[in-house]
T-cell receptor, first 115, second 115 residues
């Protein structure tokens, strides 16, 4: 079975500051890794994903995450955050090559960007 | 692309009645759909997985007779909460994926309140 640990339940930062949201996973088999963002009372939006290839993946709105196999991590970073980045962020894994690619989620990190 | 529409976004029903939630993939064929439940300030709990034309597979502890899932077409899955009770009040979210690809796309969620 897989598990995901998001080490910080809440991360408050000031606008334009850098941020890192940490994610570690545990799995005995190869996995795919995802970051989803959830705004209040809404569903989840796929932010970025690692399936294979380059270990550094980037989103269109400035976020990036790096897959580190030796440390079993997939931390999310942004060099300069905006007020609009305030949301809940979920890290998730699924087994690569699985039949349904069921997602296992972390407990989420609430990013609050203050002016 | 990859839009999943969930309806209704909010519903209030009386205790003992049933309520149906729809999940539609608008621009792709959803061979697999997932239904989640999310409690306040918590992560998503997978309730069941459904493949088009097959019976849903429920996670341990989820009552299949209470949460009826139908995935009759490649673009529509429904979740019916039968004989609803106040403890069923929650945020329900669906997601959908197409065969062979690991990414799942989420609906906007449905806030169910049972009074």
């Amino acid at each position: 079975a897989q598990s995901v640990t998001q080490l910080d339940s809440q991360v408050p930062v000031f606008e334009e500051a850098p941020v890192e949201l940490r994610c570690n996973y545990s799995s005995s088999v190869s996995v795919y890794l995802f970051w989803y963002v959830q705004y209040p009372n809404q569903g989840l939006q796929l932010l970025l994903k690692y399936l294979s290839g380059s270990t550094l993946v980037k989103s269109i709105n400035g976020f990036e995450a790096e897959f580190n196999k030796s440390q079993t991590s997939f931390h999310l970073r942004k060099p300069s955050v905006h007020i609009s980045d305030t949301a809940e962020y979920f890290c998730a894994v699924s087994v690569s090559g699985g039949s349904n690619y069921k997602l296992t989620f972390g407990k989420g990190t609430l990013l609050t960007v203050n002016p | 692309g990859a839009v999943v529409s969930q309806h209704p976004s909010r519903v209030i029903c009386k205790s003992g009645t049933s309520v149906k939630i729809e999940c539609r993939s608008l621009d792709f064929q959803a061979t697999t759909m997932f239904w989640y439940r999310q409690f306040p300030k918590q992560s998503l709990m997978l309730m069941a997985t459904s493949n088009e034309g097959s019976k849903a597979t429920y996670e341990q502890g989820v009552e299949k007779d209470k949460f009826l899932i139908n995935h009759a077409s490649l673009t529509l899955s429904t979740l019916t909460v039968t004989s609803a009770h106040p403890e069923d009040s929650s945020f329900y979210i669906c997601s959908a994926k197409t065969g062979g690809r690991p990414e799942a796309f989420f609906g906007q969620g449905t806030r169910l309140t049972v009074v």
